[in-house]
T-cell receptor, first 117, second 111 residues
Framework: DAGVIQSPRHEVTEMGQEVTLRCKPISGHDYLFWYRQTMMRGLELLIY????????DSGMPEDRFSAKMPNASFSTLKIQPSEPRDSAVYFC???????????????FGQGTRLTVV | TQLLEQSPQFLSIQEGENLTVYCNSS?????LQWYRQEPGEGPVLLVTVVTGGEVKKLKRLTFQFGDARKDSSLHITAAQPGDTGLYLC???????????FGIGTKLQVIP
């Protein structure tokens, strides 16, 4: 398996524009996570899905952020409108089963580095 | 305020030296994980510790979970340039949404 695939790897956009980040999880994995990483705050969980259903989106910073998982092999994270403070590296991760991380392993993609100018 | 404090934030050492990095919290965790992240890549899981006082070894890396399950340490023996990276700890309080990551320790091993 190629692992978790994210696109694009880098995105530079102007403030106010819509940004869509994409993720293809590992085939067969039933959990998908979106994280954001910054120097100041580290890795923060934004939202996660189980069997394509959003379970917890309490980490989504504002209504400008939305995430979808239309099928088991694809998810998107959208920011509209984007702001400079959204600049960060966004990671998608997937895992197989388990209620807690004690019993499973999350595999991360290579991330999308977003810069909003 | 970071729930998980990692120290030191930066560490630069010569190849062959030993080092220890720390992960501390005031919260009790049901499990704690250590990851290594290389530039331009996502974090990769190294180990999960569950029991207070637990020690796990992965080749030259030794991981320890504190007795009270509030802290952990990672010790590397005879560091090699391949150990260079960002080391992250992540504590789980129960359920995926309760996983907290530290900011990490950036390690550079100089040949």
């Amino acid at each position: 398996d190629a692992g978790v695939i994210q696109s694009p790897r880098h995105e530079v956009t102007e403030m106010g524009q819509e940004v869509t980040l994409r993720c293809k999880p590992i085939s067969g994995h039933d959990y998908l996570f979106w994280y954001r990483q910054t120097m100041m705050r580290g890795l923060e969980l934004l939202i996660y899905f189980n069997n394509n259903v959003p379970i917890d989106d309490s980490g989504m910073p504002e209504d400008r952020f939305s995430a979808k998982m239309p099928n088991a092999s694809f998810s998107t994270l959208k920011i509209q409108p984007s702001e400079p403070r959204d600049s960060a590296v966004y990671f998608c991760a997937s895992s197989l089963g388990g209620i807690s991380w004690t019993n499973t392993e999350a595999f991360f993609g290579q991330g999308t580095r977003l810069t909003v100018v | 305020t970071q729930l998980l404090e990692q120290s030191p934030q930066f560490l630069s050492i010569q190849e062959g030296e030993n080092l220890t990095v720390y992960c501390n919290s005031s919260s009790v965790f049901s499990s704690l994980q250590w990851y290594r992240q290389e530039p331009g890549e996502g974090p990769v899981l190294l180990v999960t510790v569950v029991t207070g006082g637990e020690v796990k070894k992965l080749k030259r890396l030794t991981f320890q979970f504190g007795d009270a399950r509030k802290d952990s340490s990672l010790h590397i023996t005879a560091a090699q340039p391949g150990d260079t990276g960002l080391y992250l700890c992540a504590g789980e309080e129960g359920g995926y949404q309760k996983v907290t990551f530290g900011i990490g320790t950036k390690l550079q091993v100089i040949p």
